[in-house]
């Protein structure tokens, strides 16, 4: 398994799926990176030589944000928000949809399993 950014990527898969493995690198980066590094998209990742490897993580360092460094940043958006008390960071803080979803129903990703409340079973109103 060739190993990238300490990343280990598929081997048995081709090279430009294989690479969107890393966090961050998507199709159009995993496109981009193979061709400026002069390697075969459609070849597989175990026929990667060690120079190829050492050119596609030279290009990741020097173009991209990707990996621990792209967390790193975004783990600081997000507590940038909670920090300064934005609306958004609220919703980070609480658990709850970010983007302006329902939460009446739906939302269950993100509030997790439901918690049922027990209700009042048929009680009869004496008079």
Known sequence: MPR?????????KKTVYSLQYLYGVGPRVSRELCHKAGIDPLGKARDLQEDELARLAALLDKDYVCEG???RQVAQNVSRLKD????RGLRHRRGL?????????NART???????????KGVKDLR
């Open 69 to 71: 460094q792209l967390r």
């Open 84 to 87: 300064i008390g934005a609306y």
């Open 97 to 105: 949809p970010v983007r302006g979803q329902r939460t009446k129903t």
């Open 110 to 120: 993100r509030k997790g399993p439901k918690k049922t409340v027990a209700g009042k």
């Open 4 to 12: 990238l950014l300490g990343v280990d990527i598929p081997s048995e």
